[in-house]
């Protein structure tokens, strides 16, 4: 079974400054695909990047991108220029391909971002 | 288009009674999710439905029931709620079930906010 790891129940970040959240995860696939999810108060669940395993190019969308490191299994998210609504649990989830309801996710990081 | 839907958002049971979560989606998808949330635990999968007319239990899918009459919908179904049923339900629908396609990700409901007495 898949289990997903992230170690930083909490932290924090000034405004407009950078933080990267740690994932690491465990799994013997090789097919598979990682996930940042993001859980504002409103606690609606929002799909912020995601990463397939087999391209090797770490993905970015905007101020948000990813270190993903197969050979140690890990996957950090780094958020640039920290903004107020960044607020928010992030989730990191693990899929194996072709197991939609194989959707692992981890125990969530509570980021805060301060004025 | 107003993705996945969740009724009601609230709602507060005595032990032993029953109620029904509706999960509606617009998206024409064909797998449904239901996890529940507490806190320190991330999302754990309760049951999900690969199609119409199909479902299969999850993680932790003692003390509930689900079904999926309609392509569109997906019903959680507690029969005799206890305290340890107390938590957020989200349902999500994908596309497929990541095959390949990049249309893999999960789209996730508003909550449901379930309280038992």
């Known amino acids: 079974a898949q289990t997903v790891t992230q170690s930083q129940p909490e932290m924090s970040v000034q405004e407009a400054e950078t933080v990267t959240l740690s994932c690491t995860y465990d799994?013997?696939?090789?097919?598979?695909?990682l996930f940042w999810y993001k859980q504002p108060p409103s606690r609606q669940m929002i799909l912020v990047i995601r990463q397939e395993a087999y391209k090797q190019q770490n993905a970015t969308e905007n101020r948000f991108s990813v270190n993903f490191q197969k050979a140690a299994k890990s996957f950090s998210l780094k958020i640039s220029d920290s903004q107020l609504g960044d607020t928010a649990m992030y989730f990191c989830a693990f899929m194996k391909r072709g197991y939609g309801q194989n959707f692992v996710f981890g125990p969530g990081t509570r980021l805060s971002v301060l004025p | 288009n107003a993705g996945v839907t969740q009724t009601p958002k609230f709602r507060v049971l005595k032990t032993g009674q029953s109620m029904t979560l509706l999960c509606a989606q617009d998206m024409n998808h064909e797998y449904m999710y239901w996890y529940r949330q507490d806190p320190g635990m991330g999302l754990r999968l309760i049951h999900y439905s690969v199609g119409e007319g199909t479902t299969a239990k999850g993680e932790v899918p003692d003390g509930y029931n689900v079904s999926r009459l309609k392509k569109q919908n997906f019903l959680l179904g507690l029969e005799s709620a206890a305290p340890s049923q107390t938590s957020v339900y989200f349902c999500?629908?994908?596309?497929?079930?990541?095959?390949?396609?990049?249309?893999?990700?999960?789209?996730f409901g508003p909550g449901t906010r379930l309280t038992v007495l």
């Open positions: 999500a629908s994908s596309y497929s079930r990541g095959g390949g396609s990049s249309r893999n990700e999960q789209f």
């Open positions: 799994t013997s696939e090789n097919n598979y695909y």
